[in-house]
């Protein structure tokens, strides 16, 4: 089934957005009553039509830097609504687009020939970037033919606000500012470094540029174009959502999270699979990811570190975890290293969230975790007579 998007709703949504950028209220559903309810009056009192403007950014769940001075958010001066917008052409973001729809791939394929260094470049750069931890191997070897190499110079634009999005793009190396029009002026909301990636939005969501980017250094991009984004990026995304979704809320550590937050978990999930026998972390590693069991069984060995220099000083099982339980939070807790290995007891799949994900989608969870240290302490001092393990 196609969703037609409603004439003007975009437009309302991101005029909606920017307001939330710059203001960053405690109480996001006060502050949109105080916005809509202000916005209609404007519209009375203005005879305005029915199509509202203003322009909204927002990439990638990465907090903004914005300009604002921390003044009162209800101060009147401080919060306008957007003006009337004028009248787009009709554009291809108006397609109705629904990844859910499983139909025949019939787009031919996209390949750009790339030199081995280049290639090396491109891998390295796609590393960390989210939206492509969802693909299997070979729907990645296919975006990365499908990439083209894009050279800046300081202050090229590589999107502009209102623009049709054509182009996703992943940053090599360069300095990018992100601007949005604000009244008339464009206004800096943040900033990319030398690494991320930029104008997903519009060709997920089927809506105009939402900023502009503007090159402050000399850099080097990776462009994906849109058919090959939609196709493979978008619905893999959809894929994974959909499986996952109901087993995130059986979890008992998630159920306190909101509907909202469970989805951006969702959203940045990997999968990993161990053989039987298989050792998945290792006491005394440095910790990077935290794991939820999906499938299978997965057994905890500890050795004592008070006795690592005998001889006799054998791995003993601490506890197992089967589906929906999980492991690998305590060295993320106490930034430690690993407490104790994990091996699969028989073939084992496990979602993964790494350190990153973890601190920023995570935090409301942590005590939960903290209290869990009680609980295996009692353990280490039945196996070895001493809960210093963990504290030292």
């Given at each position: 089934?196609?969703?037609?998007?409603?004439?003007?709703?975009?437009?309302?949504?991101?005029?909606?957005?920017?307001e939330?950028l710059?203001?960053r209220p405690s109480?996001?559903?006060?502050?949109?009553?105080?916005?809509?309810?202000r916005?209609r009056?404007?519209?009375?009192?203005?005879?305005?039509?029915?199509?509202?403007?203003?322009?909204?950014?927002m990439?990638d769940?990465?907090p903004?830097?914005t300009?604002?001075?921390?003044?009162d958010?209800d101060?009147?001066?401080?919060f306008?609504?957007?003006p009337p917008?004028?009248?787009?052409?009709?554009?291809?973001?108006?397609?109705?687009y629904?990844?859910?729809?499983e139909?025949e791939d019939?787009?031919?394929?996209?390949?750009?020939?790339?030199?081995?260094?280049?290639r090396c470049?491109?891998?390295?750069a796609?590393?960390d970037i989210?939206l492509?931890k969802?693909?299997d191997?070979?729907?990645?070897s296919?975006?990365?033919?499908a990439?083209?190499?894009v050279?800046?110079?300081?202050q090229?634009?590589?999107?502009d606000q209102?623009?049709?999005?054509?182009?996703?793009?992943?940053?090599?190396?360069?300095?990018y500012?992100?601007?949005v029009?604000?009244?008339?002026?464009?206004?800096?909301?943040?900033?990319?470094?030398?690494?991320?990636?930029?104008?997903?939005?519009?060709?997920?969501y089927?809506t105009?540029?939402?900023?502009t980017?503007v090159?402050?250094?000399?850099?080097?991009?990776?462009g994906?174009?849109?058919?090959?984004?939609?196709?493979l990026?978008?619905?893999?995304n959809?894929?994974?959502?959909?499986?996952y979704?109901?087993?995130?809320e059986s979890?008992?550590?998630?159920?306190s999270?909101?509907?909202?937050?469970?989805?951006?978990?969702?959203?940045?999930l990997g999968?990993?699979?161990?053989a039987?026998?298989?050792?998945i972390i290792m006491?005394?590693?440095?910790?990077?990811c935290?794991?939820i069991?999906e499938?299978?069984?997965?057994?905890i060995?500890?050795?004592?570190?008070?006795?690592k220099?005998?001889?006799d000083?054998?791995?003993v099982e601490?506890t197992r975890?089967s589906?929906?339980?999980?492991?690998?939070?305590?060295a993320?807790?106490?930034?430690?290293?690993?407490?104790?290995?994990?091996?699969?007891v028989d073939?084992?799949?496990?979602?993964?969230?790494?350190?990153?994900?973890f601190e920023?989608?995570l935090?409301?969870c942590?005590?939960?975790?903290?209290?869990?240290?009680?609980?295996y302490?009692?353990q280490?001092v039945?196996?070895?007579?001493?809960s210093?393990?963990?504290?030292?």
């Open positions: 089934m196609s969703i037609e998007i409603p004439v003007g709703l975009t437009e309302l949504l991101q005029g909606y957005t920017v939330v710059r203001q109480d996001l559903v006060e502050f949109a009553v105080q916005y809509f309810t916005l009056e404007t519209r009375i009192q203005d005879g305005a039509s029915n199509k509202s403007g203003g322009k909204g950014v990439f769940g990465e903004m830097q300009d604002s001075n921390g003044e958010e101060d009147d001066s401080d306008e609504p957007p917008r004028y009248s787009r052409r009709a554009s291809v973001c108006a397609e109705a629904n990844p859910d729809e139909e019939t787009e031919p394929r996209v390949v750009h020939p790339k030199t081995d260094e280049q470049r491109l891998q390295e796609c590393r989210l492509f969802t693909l191997p070979e729907q990645f296919e975006v990365l033919d990439m083209f190499e050279l800046v110079q300081p090229d634009h590589v999107i209102g623009d049709d999005g054509d182009n996703f793009y992943v940053i090599e190396r360069g300095v500012d992100i601007v029009q604000k009244d008339g002026a464009g206004l800096c909301v943040g900033q990319y470094d030398n690494k991320g990636s930029f104008g997903e939005l519009a060709l997920m089927n105009p540029r939402a900023a980017i090159a402050t250094t000399e850099g080097s991009l990776w994906l174009d849109r058919n090959t984004f939609r196709r990026i978008v619905k893999a959809a894929k994974k959502r959909r499986m979704e109901t087993f995130i979890v008992p550590l998630l159920k999270l909101e509907l909202s937050e469970r989805m951006k978990i969702v959203d940045v999968l990993k699979q161990f039987e026998g298989e050792r006491q005394g590693d440095m910790a990077d935290f794991y069991v499938s299978g069984d997965v057994k060995m500890m050795k004592s570190k008070t006795k220099d005998q001889q000083n054998a791995e601490i975890c589906r929906g339980q999980y492991f690998g939070e305590l993320l807790v106490t930034n430690k290293p690993r407490a104790a290995s994990a091996y699969a073939d084992v799949k496990c979602l993964v969230i790494d350190v990153q994900a920023r989608l935090g409301s942590k005590e939960i975790m903290k209290r869990n240290i009680a609980h302490e009692e280490l039945a196996l070895f007579g001493s210093m393990d963990l504290r030292d």
